[in-house]
T-cell receptor, first 112, second 112 residues
Framework: SAVISQKPSRDICQRGTSLTIQCQVD?????MFWYRQQPGQSLTLIAT?????????ESGFVIDKFPISRPNLTFSTLTVSNMSPEDSSIYLC?????????FGPGTRLTVL | QKEVEQNSGPLSVPEGAIASLNCTYS??????FFWYRQYSGKSPELIMF????GDKEDGRFTAQLNKASQYVSLLIRDSQPSDSATYLC????????????FGKGTKLSVIP
């Protein structure tokens, strides 16, 4: 199975600032996904990131707020821009590997 | 809108018993079905992946899929206290769709 790492594992940020979250996979994967899990809630897909193309965002999520990069088949970043306390959440990177879907350990973000 | 429904629980079972977790989904074209285990403060861990009608067994876990009834279940035999977690059901869309829709999860508590 694909092994996924994320940086940072957690952060506390001030309102109005931005944070970039990194996702690294130990093998080449076509499909990478970014999810958000708010406290006590299930997972919500933010966007799908394919290498060499623009990310595809789900309803309610926009590129200006959550810009994504996918420079190669093993790496992606998600930026949470102009943060507010409502952005406090766990952000998870996920990959599709031969039909299986794996998740990274997550980044716990607190916005003050 | 695609929906995935799970009983939120909590579901309590004695140690050694069979735990039965259920999930229904609204999109009749859904192709693949996943069960994840999530411990508090951790990211989802993939347990089972099923895409054909019938049963799929892996150790103490059995996933059951009935596409006609739009129903998927997870059985955990010989439940252990370490199985206490939230179990998330996730469903993909039609063929060619990579979107994974999650249920809200069922909290399982295995009583020693």
């Amino acid at each position: 199975s694909a092994v996924i790492s994320q940086k940072p594992s957690r952060d506390i940020c001030q309102r109005g600032t931005s944070l970039t979250i990194q996702c690294q996979v130990d093998s080449q994967v076509t499909m990478m996904f970014w999810y958000r899990q708010q406290p006590g809630q299930s997972l919500t897909l933010i966007a799908t990131a394919n290498q060499g193309s623009e990310a595809t965002y789900e309803s309610g999520f926009v590129i200006d707020k959550f810009p994504i990069s996918r420079p190669n088949l093993t790496f992606s970043t998600l930026t949470v821009s102009n943060m507010s306390p409502e952005d406090s959440s766990i952000y998870l990177c996920s990959v599709e590997d031969r039909g299986w879907r794996f998740f990274g350990p997550g980044t716990r973000l607190t916005v003050l | 809108q695609k929906e995935v429904e799970q009983n939120s629980g909590p579901l309590s079972v004695p140690e050694g018993a069979i735990a039965s977790l259920n999930c229904t989904y609204s999109d009749r074209g859904s192709q693949s079905f996943f069960w994840y285990r999530q411990y508090s403060g951790k990211s989802p861990e993939l347990i089972m992946f099923i895409y054909s009608n019938g049963d799929k067994e892996d150790g103490r876990f059995t996933a059951q899929l009935n596409k006609a009834s739009q129903y998927v279940s997870l059985l955990i035999r010989d439940s252990q206290p370490s199985d206490s977690a939230t179990y998330l059901c996730a469903v993909t869309g039609e063929a060619g769709s990579y979107q994974l829709t999650f249920g809200k999860g069922t909290k399982l508590s295995v009583i020693p």
